[in-house]
C-alpha cells in the first residue's frame, strides 16, 4: 500500500490521542502522589520506585517495538499498547493502596506509553516529508505537554473537590478508548528510507560516533526534562506558588512552543534549537532553586521554553540526520531517556529524603524545611543541562562544519 492511499489526518490524530493518554498518566499520578504517600505511608523513595515502573516500562516496550516494528507494523504494536494501558489503569485503580500491585500496574502503564512512541514516530517520519516530518512530529508531541495541562488541571480539580485518587484514574480511560476507536481499521505507511526497514542496516547506522553521542545526550535532556516535572508538588509545594498551576503552566507553554516549531527549526535547524534549550533549562532550574512566590509562575515559563524543544528535536535529528537507523534508531533514543528518568526517579527521592534530614539537623521545620529540601534538590538538577551546553555547543559547530548534511543513509 502507497503512503499516499494512508488517511494521514485520522492516523496522526490517533496518535495524539495516544500521546494524550501518556500526559494523563504522568500527570495525573504527580497530582496523587502526596495522596498516595498520606493513605499508605509511603516514603518519597517508596514513591520514587513506583514512579520508576512508569519510566521503566517506557524503555522497555520502546525498544521491543523498534526491534519489531519492521516484521509485525505498527497498527499491532498499538493493539498491545491498549491492552496494556487497560490492564495498568484497572490494576491501579483497584491496587488497594497494595505497594507490590502499584508497582506491577505502573510497569504496564510504562509498557503501553512506550508502545505509544515506538509505533506512532515512525510512522509519523514515514508518512510525512523534510520539515514537515519534523514540524509534525513536534505537534504529535505537542500532545504530551498538552495533555499533561488537562490531566493537571484535572486533577488538581478533583483532589480540590475531596475525589479520590482512584476516581481520577479512571480518567485516563477516556483519551485511551478515542485512540482505540480512530486507529481502528487503519494501515500504516511503508518505510521511506528502503535501508530503514532493515535491522542490520539500522544497526550499522547507530553504531557511529554521532548516534552514540545523541544516546548519551538524550540521557540528559530527559531527566531535565521529567525529574523536576515529576516531583513537583513535593519539590516545590511550599514554594509559595501551586505547584500543580507550574506544571499545567509550563506544560502548556511545551504545547504551544512545539505547536509553533516549525519556522523556529527551519530558521535554526535542529542543533540551534537544541542548544538554546539547555540555556534556557539550566536558567529556569537555578531560578526554581533560588526563588519563591508569585515569581516562579514566570520562572515556570522560562524552564517550560527550554525543555519544549528537547525529545522532539532529538527524535527528529536521529529521523532526519541518521535516517538509516529508522524506527528502531527513534526508539532507542526515545528509550535511552526514558530508561534515565527510570534510573533517577528513586535516586532524586532518596535526594529528597537527605535533604530533608540534611535541613532538619540544621533546624528547619515545617514549610520552611521542605522548602530548603527542595530546592535543594533542583539545585542538584541544574547540572543535567549545564553539562548539555557543552554537549549541544560541540554539536552546533560540528553540523554547522559539515553543512547539517545527512550523517548516515543520505
Not at 520508576?52 to 498499538?78: C, D, E, H, T
Request: aromatic content about 12%; proline content about 3%.
Amino acid at each position: 500500500m502507497s503512503n499516499q492511499s494512508i488517511n494521514q489526518s485520522r492516523l496522526f490524530l490517533g496518535s495524539c490521542f495516544a500521546l494524550i493518554t501518556t500526559a494523563f498518566s504522568f500527570s495525573i499520578r504527580a497530582g496523587i502522589l502526596k495522596q498516595l504517600g498520606t493513605e499508605y505511608g509511603f516514603s518519597a523513595e517508596q514513591l520514587g520506585t513506583i514512579n520508576q515502573m512508569w519510566f521503566l516500562g517506557f524503555p522497555i516496550a520502546m525498544i521491543v517495538g523498534g526491534l519489531i516494528y519492521n516484521s509485525v507494523g505498527g497498527k499491532r504494536i498499538m493493539q498491545f499498547a491498549f491492552l496494556a494501558h487497560a490492564i495498568g489503569i484497572l490494576s491501579t485503580i483497584f491496587s488497594g493502596g497494595d505497594y507490590t500491585v502499584l508497582l506491577i500496574s505502573t510497569l504496564f502503564i510504562g509498557l503501553g506509553n512506550g508502545c505509544t512512541e515506538a509505533a506512532c514516530n515512525p510512522m509519523i517520519a514515514d508518512a510525512y516529508e523534510g520539515n514537515k516530518m519534523s514540524q509534525m512530529l513536534n505537534r504529535f508531541h505537542m500532545w504530551f505537554p498538552g495533555g499533561i495541562v488537562i490531566g493537571a488541571l484535572i486533577s488538581y480539580f478533583m483532589t480540590g473537590a475531596g475525589m479520590s485518587w482512584q476516581t481520577q484514574i479512571w480518567i485516563i480511560m477516556i483519551p485511551t478508548i478515542i485512540y482505540v476507536v480512530l486507529f481502528w481499521g487503519q494501515a500504516f505507511p511503508r518505510p521511506k528510507v528502503q535501508a530503514a526497514a532493515s535491522i542490520s542496516e539500522n544497526l550499522k547506522a547507530m553504531a557511529t560516533p554521532l548516534f552514540i553521542f545523541m544516546f548519551l545526550c538524550m540521557a540528559l535532556t530527559s531527566i531535565s526534562e521529567f525529574g523536576p516535572q515529576q516531583w513537583i508538588d513535593l519539590i516545590l509545594g511550599r514554594s509559595g506558588a501551586n505547584p500543580m498551576v507550574l506544571l499545567a503552566l509550563t506544560t502548556g507553554t511545551m504545547a504551544v512552543a512545539r505547536f509553533f516549531a516549525g519556522p523556529i527549526i527551519h530558521k535554526i535547524d535542529q542543533t540551534g534549537v537544541l542548544l538554546i534549550s539547555a540555556i534556557l533549562t539550566a536558567i529556569g532550574l537555578y531560578m526554581y532553586s533560588t526563588m519563591t512566590g508569585g515569581i516562579l509562575y514566570v520562572v515556570a515559563i522560562i524552564y517550560a521554553c527550554g525543555i519544549a524543544y528537547f525529545w522532539p528535536n532529538m527524535v527528529g535529528f536521529v529521523a532526519d540526520k541518521i535516517p538509516a537507523s529508522g524506527a528502531l534508531g527513534m526508539s532507542i533514543i526515545g528509550g535511552v531517556g526514558m530508561f534515565s528518568s527510570s534510573i533517577f526517579q528513586p535516586i532524586i527521592g532518596r535526594w529528597i529524603d537527605s535533604a530533608r534530614e540534611e535541613k532538619a539537623a540544621e533546624g528547619l521545620t515545617g514549610d520552611a524545611l521542605e522548602l530548603a529540601a527542595g530546592q535543594a534538590t533542583i539545585s542538584t538538577m541544574v547540572l543535567f543541562p549545564v553539562i548539555l551546553i557543552v554537549a549541544f555547543t560541540g554539536l552546533y559547530f560540528y553540523m554547522k562544519n559539515r553543512g547539517n548534511k545527512v550523517a548516515v543513509g543520505a
